[in-house]
């Protein structure tokens, strides 16, 4: 399974990492992903990498912005968000599943979810 933390309240412009641990599997077999959804729309993919790391993808909305990365000795990957707008305010689910799921952007069949950690970006 997949638990999400770090999730909070922040000012636009500030940083913000969540955190996903996984248990039960080694997650260094996995690929890896963050999606997220926004009060009243439907949930969008943010960010995803491959089990190597070598193979990443990132929503146009976040490039530039946010880094996906993992410590696969701690079975724990995280989503590093830098200068956080309004706009960014959602709920963000962590996901691990097969290389495949980076075949393509839009596909989001990961094997494992976690439960969400809302992120809150306001003044």
């Known amino acids: 399974q997949l638990q999400a933390s770090g999730g909070g309240l922040v000012h636009p412009g500030g940083s913000l990492r969540v955190s996903c641990k996984a248990s039960?599997?080694?997650?260094?077999?996995?690929?890896i992903g963050w999606f997220r959804q926004a009060p009243g729309k439907e949930r969008e993919g943010v960010s995803k990498?491959?089990?190597?790391?070598?193979?990443?993808y990132y929503a146009d909305s976040v490039k530039g912005r946010f880094a996906v990365s993992r410590d696969n000795a701690k079975n724990t990957f995280y989503l590093q968000m830098n200068s956080l707008k309004p706009e960014d305010t959602a709920v963000y689910f962590c996901?691990?599943?097969?290389?495949?799921?980076?075949?393509?952007?839009?596909?989001?069949?990961?094997?494992?979810w976690g439960q969400g950690t809302l992120v809150t970006v306001s003044s």
């Open positions: 996901a691990a599943g097969g290389d495949l799921v980076l075949t393509d952007p839009n596909r989001d069949d990961f094997t494992y």
């Open positions: 039960g599997f080694g997650l260094e077999y996995y690929a």
């Open positions: 990498a491959n089990s190597s790391g070598g193979k990443t």
